[in-house]
């Protein structure tokens, strides 16, 4: 119904930049939200940055000043820009969004996920 592709995670030093990239197509009538989340191994998924359709944005703690989320409405995309990267953000990165589809259903829908390394 609905599909995020994810792109730009990779392996990384410390202090160096990725930007993540996600790309929402299918029967969408209207994205209300989209984000990044994070999950570390053998632990729960956790947010890292939320934008909505408004243009308000939320970060975990942990990431503030280091990362931005931004959102392109044209093209259904949402990136996110990671900065002064730490061991600590070596993970798997999920997009998030909410969708408000061609059938009045409002739903949440993932990514596949896409790793991100870090190395000290």
């Known amino acids: 119904q609905v599909q995020l592709v994810e792109s730009g995670g990779g392996l990384v030093q410390a202090g160096g930049s990725l930007r993540l990239s996600c790309a929402a197509s299918?029967?969408?009538?209207?994205?209300?939200?989209m984000g990044w989340y994070r999950q570390f191994p053998g632990k729960q998924r956790e947010l890292v940055a939320t934008?909505?359709?408004?243009?308000?944005?939320n970060y975990a703690d942990s990431v503030k000043g280091r990362f931005t989320i931004s959102r392109d409405n044209a093209k259904n995309t949402v990136y996110l820009q990671m900065n002064s990267l730490k061991p600590e953000d070596t993970a798997v990165y999920y997009c998030?969004?909410?969708?408000?589809?061609?059938?009045?259903?409002?739903?949440?829908?993932w990514g596949q996920g896409t790793q991100v390394t870090v190395s000290s």
């Open positions: 998030n969004a909410v969708v408000t589809t061609r059938y009045g259903s409002i739903i949440n829908y």
């Open positions: 299918g029967s969408i009538f209207s994205i209300n939200a």
């Open positions: 934008i909505t359709s408004g243009g308000s944005t």
